[in-house]
C-alpha cells in the first residue's frame, strides 16, 4: 500500500533553516507530484508548494518564495522540504501529501507530519 | 488567489442525524474541489474529489455536490467517527487553497 513516512520532530531556533523529508514506498515515485502543507497549532491547513519527482521541478506558494526549496532523490524515493530563515510563525505540522499525475490535483494520502517547532 | 469559506464554523449534531456542511470560494472554481477530514492528532484524510467523487474506500454516507463556487459534503447518517474538522480546497487554480475547516462536534 501507498506510505508516506515522514522524519522526526524538529526544534529549531529562530533564523535557522529544517529540513523535512518524506520516504514515498508502494507506488512508482517518479509518477506522482508530491505536495507538502502545512498546519500551524489549532489551524487550518496552508499549502506551501509542489515538486514533480520525475524532473524535480518546483512550484511554491508566493508567501514561502524565496524561503523554501523542496528537492527529491530518485534513488530513496525521498521528497525534502528545506525551510529557511525560520520564525516563530513556522512553528507548525509539516506534512508531504501525494497528488496524482496533474500539478493541480486532489492530495491523498498524507504523511504522518513533522512537527518543527521555531523557539529561541 | 481564491479564497475559500466554510460555513458554519461548528455544528453540533446527534449520532444517526444528517449533516450539511458548505464551502463558497471567491470565484469559479469549476468541480476543482476537495473535501478532507481530520480527526485529532492525525493527518487529513481525502473524503471526495471532482466535488462529488467518493476517495477509495469512503463510506456512502458521504457525499458532495456543487459547483462553480458553492459546494456541499452532506454526510447522511453521523456515526461516532465522523466527528472531526472538514476541509475544502480548490485545486482549480494556483496556489491550491483550503477553507478555514468545519468542527464537526456531537450534539
Known amino acids: 500500500q501507498v506510505q508516506l513516512v515522514q522524519s522526526g520532530a524538529e526544534v529549531k531556533k529562530p533564523g535557522a533553516s529544517v529540513k523535512v523529508s518524506c520516504k514515498a514506498s508502494?507506488?512508482?515515485?517518479?509518477?506522482?507530484?508530491m505536495h507538502w502543507v502545512r498546519q500551524a497549532p489549532g489551524q487550518g491547513l496552508e499549502w506551501m508548494g509542489i515538486i514533480n519527482p520525475s524532473g524535480g521541478s518546483t512550484s511554491y506558494a508566493q508567501k514561502f518564495q524565496g524561503r523554501v526549496t523542496m528537492t527529491r532523490d530518485t534513488s530513496t524515493s525521498t521528497v525534502y522540504m528545506e525551510l529557511s530563515s525560520l520564525r516563530s510563525e513556522d512553528t507548525a505540522v509539516y506534512y508531504c501529501?501525494?497528488?496524482?499525475?496533474?500539478?493541480?490535483?486532489?492530495?491523498?494520502?498524507w504523511g504522518q507530519g513533522t512537527l518543527v517547532t521555531v523557539s529561541s | 488567489e481564491i479564497v475559500m469559506t466554510q460555513s458554519p464554523a461548528t455544528l453540533s449534531v446527534s449520532p444517526g442525524e444528517r449533516a450539511t456542511l458548505s464551502c463558497r470560494a471567491s470565484?469559479?472554481?469549476?468541480?476543482?474541489l476537495a473535501w478532507y477530514q481530520q480527526k485529532p492528532g492525525q493527518a487529513p484524510r481525502l473524503l471526495i474529489y471532482?466535488?462529488?467523487t467518493r476517495a477509495t474506500g469512503i463510506p456512502a454516507r458521504f457525499s458532495g455536490s456543487g459547483s462553480g463556487t458553492e459546494f456541499t459534503l452532506t454526510i447522511s447518517s453521523l456515526q461516532s467517527e465522523d466527528f472531526a474538522v472538514y476541509y475544502c480546497?480548490?485545486?482549480?487554480?494556483?496556489?491550491?487553497?483550503f477553507g478555514q475547516g468545519t468542527r464537526l462536534e456531537i450534539k
Open positions: 508502494g507506488y512508482t515515485f517518479t509518477s506522482y507530484y
Open positions: 470565484q469559479s472554481v469549476s468541480s476543482n
Open positions: 471532482g466535488a462529488s
Open positions: 480546497q480548490q485545486y482549480n487554480n494556483w496556489p491550491i487553497t
Open positions: 501529501a501525494r497528488g496524482n499525475s496533474q500539478q493541480l490535483a486532489p492530495v491523498g494520502p
